[in-house]
Structures are given as C-alpha cells and as structure tokens.
C-alpha cells in the first residue's frame, strides 16, 4: 500500500449530513427537483451572485455538459442529431468532455490549448474555425484543474461568431465565472466541493437553464409530455444532502487545499526545473497538484516514485487524441498536449497531508528526478 496515495477523498461526515437526511425523512421527497436540491441551487446563486433560477443542480456534470450542448443547440434551432454538427474542444482534458460531447450528438473536432494557460483561448479557436471539415456549431473549452477561465471573453466570442459556448468547468468551483454562456461544475468525489456525486450549472440566462433542466428531466417541464430528445440527469435529494453539508464547511476545505499547494511550493521552490500548475493555490483552490519540467519526465518514472511509497496520476493521460477509443476524430496538431503528456503529473493532495509530508514528498521527487 502506498504510504502518500494521489487522492484520499474526505467528503461531510456523517454527523454532517444527518440533519439534511432528516429533512428528506420530514419531506419525503428524493428526487425531481425536490426542496434541497432546490436550497442547493439557492446557496449557489448567493455564493455567485445571481439569481437561483439561473442555477439548476444535475446528477453529474458529464450529464450537465451534455444537456448544456443540447440546450444551446435547440435555442439556436439546429439539429445536431445527425452528426454532421461539429463541436470544439481541448484535446488536452479529461475524455468525460468528449463522452458528454458525442452523447449531445456533435462531431468532436481536437483543438491544441494554450502553453501557459494548459487552456483553449477565444483567438485560437477563431483562427482554427477555417480548418473545421464540417460546420462548426459549438465550443466546450475546458478549466483545467480548476484554473480560472475569462467568462466575459468567451461570451464576446459566442457573440461575434454565433457558436454556443458550454464551459467545462468541472473543476472551477472555487472561481468559475458567470455568464451568459452555461457553465457546468462537478460535484464528484475527488473535486474541491464534493459530494460524492451530482454536479450543478449556470448561467445569466434563464431561459436557457431552463433548457437544460428540461433536458436533464426526460423532456419534460410543467407537464408529462417529452418536448424534447433528453436524458435523466436530475440530482438526488440524497446528494443535495451532502452538497449542503460540504457548502457547510466550504471555507474550512478551501483553507486545507491552500495549505496543500503553499507546502508543495515551499517544497519545490529550490528547484527551478518543476513548477505548479500557475496560479494553484493563490489564484484558486485545487484539489490535485499538478507538476511540470522542461524535460519529458524518464522512463519509469511513476514506478520509482511508487517503490518509494508516493503515488502518482496521469490525470488525463496523453490527452483525448491518444483514447484508444477516440483516435479516429480529426485534430489540429497538438504539440503543446504533447509537451504536457510528457511532462505533466499528478501528485498526492487531500485533506490530511500534513506541511511536513508534503515535504517529503517533494524531496522524493526531487530525488528520483535526479537519479538518487
């Protein structure tokens, strides 16, 4: 057993989540929209600062992206179901964006993303809109690790080139923005707010959450008549349950995530050859550590460090391009989604890695790196 595993996830305790597990008892609703659900998307909206009703809560964000896709397209009346629509989107991301993607009918079209930001930009998707073999219809750009996004930016896009924007903002809680464009976050385990599962999404536009709740909810809205092709993407009354608890201790949580990376950078700071993620722990709290170097990491190296009790994750592997499943999709090329395979590695975070270990962990790497 590794004595420093990648991830321990620690969700509300039990004693946490009782009182909102008797308000299910009190209520007997579970599901449907039901009253927590409904004061989860109330503490949300206070927390961004607008309306509840441009918040609706999903069973997970896979489910909220591909009913945010599905939404956008129907507002802008186009058929997506045939697969001749295209869809942009990072090749540098987690595969759930590309599951979510194909399950809302588009044709997925690989971008590269942005050396410094590990992100697509407005300007580059722009410049790449001639190159698309088909007809482009929708943008899914993607908050890596919870790295802030520019809302504002991507809405003026939207806007200029009239494609949908649905933001994967699976990891942003602690600074996603909102705009006019839907936004979807994550709830999962293993995220900064977690609830073990569900996932919620947002938006300035009403109508179009509107939208999505319809797609989340079999079609229907208001009455049992499907208006629309949709899926049951609903969060439970049980997971609201514990979404509230984890609202509950949020500034808590947020604080052990900022001491994670201030250890990790205290523990790296000699050595100018690895760096964080930009931004992790200052600008945002992230709940994994992610690394670099100028050189592709060596062979073995995950195994090394492994031998020497620390675990390590390729969160997303060698981007979506290298998915056995997926290699038949057309890209640009993607050197910098290289360059980051090569050299990008998840270390251990969670709550309860203390200042000293952290250090230590850091000193192995460093080591390891170095041949020791």
């Known amino acids: 057993m590794l004595r420093f595993p990648v991830a321990r996830p620690r969700l509300p305790t039990a004693d946490a989540i009782l009182p909102y597990l008797r308000q299910i008892d009190e209520n007997q609703y579970y599901s449907n929209f039901g009253p927590l659900a409904g004061t989860v998307e109330a503490r949300l909206a206070e927390r961004y600062g607008i309306d509840a009703a441009c918040v609706t809560t999903v069973s997970n964000a896979t489910a909220g992206l591909t009913a945010a896709l599905q939404a956008e397209a129907r507002a802008r009346k186009r058929n997506v179901n045939d697969g001749a629509a295209y869809c ?169 995530f900022d001491d994670i990376a201030a250890a990790y950078r205290e523990g790296f700071a000699a050595d100018n050859r690895i760096r964080l993620l930009p931004g992790t722990g200052d600008d945002y709290a992230s709940s994994t550590i992610m690394i670099t170097r100028e050189d592709p990491l060596p062979p073995g190296f995950d195994e090394a460090l492994a031998a020497r009790g620390v675990g390590t994750r390729r969160w997303w592997g060698g981007g979506i391009a290298k998915q056995v499943a997926y290699r038949r999709f057309s890209s640009d090329l993607l050197p910098v989604t290289d360059w980051l395979a090569q050299r990008c590695i998840g270390l251990p975070c969670y709550p309860g890695l203390e200042r000293d270990e952290i250090l230590e962990i850091a000193a192995i790497v460093g080591d390891t790196l170095r041949g020791r």
Request: glycine share 8%.
């Open 88 to 256: 942009l989107l990072p090749a540098w991301t987690f595969v759930a964006t590309l599951h979510a993607v194909l399950a809302a009918g588009l044709e997925p079209y690989l971008l590269d993303v942005d050396e410094d930001s590990w992100s697509l930009t407005p300007q580059a998707v722009e410049n790449a809109l001639s190159r698309i073999p088909g007809e482009p219809v929708a943008v899914v750009p993607v908050s890596p690790f919870g790295r802030p996004y520019d809302m504002a930016s991507w809405d003026d896009f939207s806007r200029r080139t009239g494609l949908a924007v649905v933001m994967d903002s699976a990891a942003a809680f602690d600074k996603g923005d909102v705009g006019l464009s839907p936004a979807v976050f994550s709830l999962h385990a293993t995220k900064v707010l977690a609830a073990g599962e569900g996932g919620f999404a947002v938006s300035t536009d009403v109508d179009l959450i509107n939208e999505i709740r319809k797609c989340i909810n079999f079609g229907f809205f208001g009455d049992r008549v499907a208006q629309s092709r949709a899926i049951n993407g609903k969060m439970s009354e049980y997971h609201a349950a514990v979404t509230l608890a984890a609202l509950d201790a949020w500034p808590q949580t947020r604080r052990i």
